[in-house]
């Protein structure tokens, strides 16, 4: 009997990735809808998707490298298709300068390379600091990432996905937390747009037996999309 073939996914960053509410006392990871969503398409894969969020934790002066080199080692038990990164966010706060952090993260994204994955880079996602300053460093770290271009990297923009200032107020009470970190349906959309990139690429690859049909729960793409 033929094996299952398999899909391994590590969702790995810091709050965002670990799915922050609450003031860190509970937790909703975007993986969720993002596995589900996956399960869904590739019903004939064996699937794995691994999170590893460290709240504040920064790509320069942190342990973003530490956390990270342990997943791609040459002796790792299991290797990974996908590493779908996120950072930046809290070097920003720090004050830290957008090429900067850019440049520790192409260094953060080649490990995951060598290790034989393909790189989805996520945007920084939105605020509700809304200062020109702000938004000025926040735009120029996002479109580093957006441009940058290097073998299996692919790029998934959540800041536009998941917009501060153009949310109607009542989506925005549904949707954000504290004005940085999400509430479990901003996490849900966050898992959707990481959903909707991946299994796109996925397609592209011809992948056999994968249904793309319903894949999206109806009513609440409807919702979102609705409320933007």
Known sequence: ??????????????????????????????????????????????????????????????????????????????????????????????????????????????????????????????????????REKYDKLNEMIKVHQQENFFVTDVFSKIPYASMSKEMRKNVWDDGLHFKPLGYDMLGDAVADRLLEILQTASIPNMDLGSNRPEAFGKRGESSL
């Open 1 to 134: 009997m033929a094996h299952a073939p398999e899909l391994r996914v590590l969702c790995f960053g810091a709050s965002i990735t670990g799915g922050h509410y609450s003031w860190g006392l509970q937790h909703h990871p975007y993986a969720r809808r993002l596995e589900s969503r996956l399960r869904k398409a590739l019903p004939s894969h064996q699937l794995t998707v691994v999170v590893d969020g460290l709240s504040g934790d920064r790509v320069i002066r942190g342990n973003y490298l530490s956390r990270l080199k342990p997943h791609f080692d040459a002796d790792a038990e299991r290797k990974f298709d996908w590493l779908i990164f996120q950072g930046g966010g809290n070097d920003l706060v720090r004050g830290e300068e957008p090429a900067a952090i850019f440049e520790a993260m192409k260094e953060l994204w080649q490990i995951g390379s060598q290790g034989g994955a393909k790189v989805m880079a996520l945007t920084v996602t939105d605020t509700q600091d809304q200062r020109p300053l702000t």
